[in-house]
Structure formats: structure tokens, C-alpha cells
């Protein structure tokens, strides 16, 4: 059966490229501006405050996993009231050592493990939208320890070490979003996959993108009415459900001409048109090019 979910990361194509211990102590704040990449943190000790712009502040316990799939700003800070510091992720991420916030002094209040990685795909952002703004999960070992073997290869030089993080990306990446799904998530694919009817066409709609599907159809899948499935299928992904269907073609469509050498006519045939003319006509109207000149265009 189809894993929408794994298939959704392996297009994304994640790689983490950076990794750091991060401590604070005393008096401090620091204020992040939007970054765009997806970012991670993990606490080993302690305990500190994360207030993500658009999101309820959080209190980030030992154990604690936070994944900020496109990353807004966010203030980070410990108890005390403070003038949080403004920093630019992009410089940031270029101090090397070990990053200490406050009290330079003493031993430090809070341990974490932060970083980001970076989406090797042009629908990074299409993927991402389909994905809760902030997952906060407590107290899952297994997450922290996948967080310090990214900080652990990334700091060394072993042979093999790009597809090392590649993978471990991949898998941090899955761990934190099956653990997050639930239906109390926002619209999108988590939603979805946590609605045993919708997840069902979701499931049939990756499985099998070059059926000419239908919304009864796919309603069918789901053992629902047409418009009990569509009303149900939207409020949980957000999206209706030929423009999911569509979506997801598009964003297979262009991995295809990015990093396969297929005749256009196979493109097509694979994401569900009946012919190369019909595909770029959708594609073009869709992605704003034809799909010759965006294979051109796009670093494969």
C-alpha cells in the first residue's frame, strides 16, 4: 500500500547541513528572524520558553523535539525578562563552536541541539504547506537521538557522510511527522492521513496518480457519499480533492523532468494524461512554463 507521507519527504529530497549545541544561562533572549528552511531543535538539559510568531508560546522541557517545517520568526529565551538579542539564522549558522546565550560564566541552564536542513526540490514550498507551521513533541528518545547522530556526522568527515545525513534527515523528518498526526492538527496531510475515510483516497490517489480519477470515485474508496467526501476530504487537507489530485501530479511531474531522462509522452502517461499535448497544457498552465523548458531550466 502507498505511504502518501513517505513519498511526500522523498520528494522533498531533505539534506541536513547544519547541526549545533546551543546552551543558555541567566538572563537571555534571542529573536530569530524567518529563515524559510525547515528547522529543528532538540533540549537535552533544562528547559527554556519558544515563541514561534503565529503559534502559542511553549515551554521546551528536557526530551522536548520541535520541527518548524518552513520556520518563521521565533523568539527563544529563558525565564527571566529580557531584551531578546536580533539575530539573522543565515549568519548564525556560520559561528562555529558551541553557541552560549547569557551568562557567559557557570554551568549552563538549558543544553539543546538545533539546526535546519534544506529542501533539494522547486515544490519545497507546496510540500511544506501541506504540513502543520509548528510540531511539538515531549519526551520521545528516539527523536533526540536521531537529532545527535545529525549533529555527530555532521561535524565529521567520514567517507560517505552526505548520504549518511541525507538519510538521517529523511528519517527525523518521518519520526517527528507520524508522531505529530492527529486530527487535531491543521488542515493538510497529517489532517488527512489521520481521518481513516480520507486517508484511504489519499492512499489510492499517491498509489496511483496516472488513473484518470474522479471525486466519486474516490469517494468510493473512502465508503462515503460524493458530497459527505468532499467536504469531508477538504476541511481535513485543506485543499479540495482534485486539486490535491493535481497538485501532487504536477509536483511528481516536475521530479520526473528534473532527474529523469523520459520522453515527455511517459511524463505524462505516468501522472495521469492521455497524451504529451494534454500534459503541457496542464503543466504549463500549472507551473507558469511548458515542460520542456523547465527541464531545461532546472538543476537536475
Known amino acids: 500500500m502507498s505511504d502518501p507521507l513517505t513519498q511526500v519527504i522523498e520528494l522533498m529530497r531533505p539534506r541536513a547541513i547544519f547541526s549545533k549545541s546551543i546552551t543558555g544561562a541567566g538572563p537571555w533572549a534571542v529573536r530569530y528572524s524567518a529563515f524559510g528552511q525547515p528547522g529543528f531543535c532538540a533540549v537535552l538539559e533544562g528547559r527554556c520558553r519558544l515563541m514561534v510568531d503565529g503559534e ?54 538549558v543544553r539543546l541541539l538545533g539546526g535546519y536542513f534544506a529542501f533539494d526540490t522547486p515544490d519545497a514550498a507546496l510540500l511544506v504547506s501541506l504540513l502543520p507551521s509548528m510540531i511539538h513533541i515531549r519526551g520521545v528518545e528516539r527523536l533526540t537521538t536521531l537529532v545527535r547522530l545529525v549533529a555527530e556526522e555532521a561535524q565529521a568527515e567520514n567517507v560517505g557522510r552526505e548520504l549518511v545525513l541525507t538519510r538521517l534527515a529523511e528519517i527525523l523528518l518521518i519520526e517527528a511527522l507520524r508522531m505529530s498526526g492527529s486530527k487535531d492538527t491543521p488542515p493538510g496531510l497529517l489532517h488527512g492521513l489521520s481521518d481513516v475515510r480520507v486517508a484511504k483516497a489519499l492512499r489510492d490517489m499517491h498509489g496511483d496518480p496516472q488513473r484518470t480519477w474522479t471525486v466519486i470515485e474516490l469517494a468510493d474508496v473512502a465508503g462515503m457519499s460524493r458530497s459527505a467526501f468532499f467536504d469531508r476530504f477538504t476541511r481535513a487537507v485543506g485543499l479540495r480533492p482534485m486539486e490535491y489530485l493535481m497538485a501532487w501530479r504536477m509536483a511528481v511531474a516536475k521530479d520526473m523532468l528534473r532527474h529523469d531522462d523520459l520522453p515527455l509522452d511517459e511524463v505524462a502517461r505516468r501522472v495521469g494524461y492521455g497524451s504529451a499535448s494534454t500534459f503541457s497544457t496542464a503543466f504549463s498552465r500549472h507551473v507558469g512554463q511548458p515542460p520542456g523548458r523547465y527541464a531545461r531550466t532546472q538543476p537536475s
Open 56 to 109: 502559542e508560546p511553549a515551554t521546551l522541557e528536557q526530551g522536548d523535539f520541535v520541527l518548524l517545517p518552513a520556520t518563521p520568526a521565533f523568539t527563544m529565551s529563558g525565564f527571566e525578562p529580557v531584551i531578546p538579542t536580533q539575530l539573522d539564522p543565515r549568519s548564525a549558522s556560520s559561528t562555529a563552536g558551541e553557541v552560549r546565550h547569557g551568562r557567559a560564566n557557570g554551568p549552563a541552564e
